[in-house]
């Protein structure tokens, strides 16, 4: 797989920015997505079906277009995490999920529309306890 | 900013590839259709700010590896 991946400028806000590495936070269930452009901007992701049971984005044509994906296999989900204080009111954002070509390196932030909607905001840590293991 | 006025039923065009259609008119409430290739993203504009905000709050952080650590997927 790929770790450096090119978003040219879809992630809304950061439009001038393309590359980004992407690895797992050792020891934690997190990514890390870091620009290599901008050294301070940086993104903790997850993987959505570490933590949500049932969620669904449809790979859109234009979504499939724009990163030339040839199988749905081929594309990696993540959703980038709002961490706040206290650490249990961290937040979620479904709605704009980051979907990563594995195989080409092209990745894109695409906003979910239509009859079924998620929450940029939705809390997702369930039980958790700054003192517990 | 440029201001045209259409009527109902009428359209506008950006380029050759894009057509924004007024499909009704009713109080203060207009329905528009558009008609544009698969590569145009197409977004209401407060949703965009929406996302913007988010990743702009989720991009302004450096994170506590030890509670990362204790968070544990489902």
């Known amino acids: ?133 | 900013m440029l201001i045209l006025t259409r009527k109902k039923g009428q359209s506008i065009m950006l380029d050759q590839n894009i057509e924004i259609h007024i499909a009704s008119v009713e109080g203060d409430q207009v329905k528009l259709g558009i008609k544009a290739p698969k590569d145009v993203v197409v977004l209401r504009k407060e949703l965009v700010e929406e996302i913007v905000t988010s990743n702009q709050e989720a991009a302004a952080q450096s994170f506590d590896i030890q509670l990362l650590k204790k968070a544990k997927k489902r």
Do not use: C
């Open chain 1, 1 to 133: 797989m790929q770790s450096n991946f090119s978003f040219r400028g879809s992630i809304l806000g950061f439009e001038r920015l393309d590359m980004f590495s992407f690895n797992l936070i050792p020891d934690t269930a997190f990514y890390q997505l870091q620009s290599l452009e901008e050294k301070d901007i940086q993104f903790v992701v997850i993987n959505p079906f570490d933590w949500m049971t049932k969620y669904e984005v449809e790979l859109t044509e234009q979504v499939i277009t724009e990163l030339e994906l040839q199988e749905p296999n081929d594309a990696l989900v993540l959703n980038i995490v709002t961490l706040r204080t206290p650490f249990s009111n961290s937040t979620v954002n479904y709605s704009a999920p980051l979907i990563l070509n594995v195989v080409n390196g092209r990745a894109l932030q695409h906003v979910i529309q239509g009859k079924k909607t998620y929450s940029s905001r939705s809390p997702f840590l369930m039980n958790f306890s700054e003192e517990g293991n």
